[in-house]
């Protein structure tokens, strides 16, 4: 069992930067494949980007290509997102979610957090 949190959601302007950060508890929770996903009113939730369990490997989706980072500290057992040049259309939910498998389809992901808020404001 892997129980996730996310924290460091907020309001940001336009341009502006976020970092959320996961924090995973359980035994094995270092051996998962992280993800981070995202859902505005109204919409699926989608897929933002993904870390291998040994953080050699990272996958993004086009949206957040080259501003988003996602990292990860094993012996902090967290999982961070980095958001840079924040757009009003980043505005959402936004979860972390552990997988066994290296793959961005949600319904593959066996352990999810609550979520964190993050408005972009004009």
């Known amino acids: 069992q892997v129980q996730l949190v996310e924290s460091g959601g907020g309001l940001v302007q336009a341009g502006g930067s976020l970092r959320l950060s996961c924090a995973a508890s359980?035994?094995?929770?270092?051996?998962?494949?992280m993800a981070w996903f995202r859902q505005a009113p109204g919409k699926e939730r989608e897929f933002v980007g993904r870390i291998s369990w040994n953080a050699v490997n990272t996958y993004y989706a086009d949206s957040v290509k080259g501003r988003f980072t996602i990292s990860r500290d094993n012996a902090k057992n967290t999982v961070y997102l980095q958001m840079n040049s924040l757009k009003p259309e980043d505005t959402a939910v936004y979860y972390c979610?552990?997988?066994?498998?290296?793959?961005?389809?949600?319904?593959?992901?066996?352990?999810w957090g609550q979520g964190t808020q993050v408005t972009v404001s004009l």
């Open positions: 979610a552990a997988s066994r498998k290296w793959t961005d389809r949600r319904y593959e992901y066996d352990y």
């Open positions: 359980g035994r094995t929770s270092s051996t998962y494949a």
